[in-house]
């Protein structure tokens, strides 16, 4: 069972760079989240999807972009990365309806802007 | 909104004591509640989960937490600890609904002691 699946696992950018972070989920589950992971900080949630085209603001989505072309992917754009934006990522997915309640995370990916 | 408190940023025992992890929520909604563990450079696995019904829940590892609406509290416990379980612990709320996005607390790390 591949889960939720994120690339790269990690990754160092220099400041005003850009990269994509990807995400794919093979559970064929309707909400796809990104967040974003510091130390003492919790997670903070970055962006949302409740659907194939349908993406919405989290509590942080400075600095960043999505998209959500198909069910399976939902990746993470940083444009013109700061060092703010060193942390580590998750993307996790969830299905639809009253059994669904639980969410599944990647595995992560530590990014590092220099 | 949502919110949640761990009040214990630090936790440390020695083995086959007993813990506590406590969380603290805020809602105007109902919400189903969570915890979820993190062990070094991996992501999320969900430990325990309420949703309705026995305010007691158990989880995975023997772990087990109890749900008290009165003062709003979901606190994890384990009678008897492992050098295993050290690990990052995340308690979480969501609003009741498919629409709601989990919240979660800063996280308490709990280090188990020969």
């Known amino acids: 069972n591949a889960g939720v699946t994120q690339t790269p696992k990690f990754r160092i950018l220099k400041i005003g760079q850009s990269m994509t972070l990807q995400c794919t989920q093979d559970?064929?589950?309707?909400?796809m989240y990104w967040y974003r992971q510091d130390p003492g900080m919790g997670l903070k949630l970055i962006y949302y999807s409740v659907g194939a085209g349908i993406t919405d603001k989290g509590e942080v989505p400075n600095g960043y972009n999505v998209s959500r072309s198909t069910t399976e992917d939902f990746p993470l754009r940083l444009e013109l990365a700061a060092p703010s934006q060193t942390s580590v990522y998750f993307c996790?997915?969830?299905?639809?309806?009253?059994?669904?309640?639980?969410?599944?995370f990647g595995q992560g990916t530590r990014l590092t802007v220099v | 909104a949502q919110s949640v408190t761990q009040l214990d940023s630090q936790v440390p025992v020695f083995e086959e004591a007993p813990v506590e992890l406590r969380c603290n929520y805020s809602?105007?909604?109902?919400?189903?509640l969570f915890w979820y563990v993190q062990y070094p450079n991996q992501g999320l696995q969900l430990l325990l989960k309420?949703?309705?019904?026995?305010?007691l829940v158990k989880g995975i590892n023997g772990f087990e937490a109890e749900f008290n609406k009165s003062q709003t509290s979901f606190h994890l416990r384990k009678p008897s600890v492992h050098i295993s379980d050290t690990a990052e612990y995340f308690c979480a709320v969501r609003a009741r609904g498919s629409q709601g996005n989990l919240i979660f607390g800063k996280g308490t790390k709990l280090s188990v002691k020969p």
């Open positions: 809602s105007s909604v109902s919400v189903y």
């Open positions: 309420y949703l309705s019904g026995s305010t």
């Open positions: 559970m064929n589950h309707n909400y």
């Open positions: 996790a997915s969830r299905g639809q309806g009253p059994t669904n309640t639980e969410a599944f």
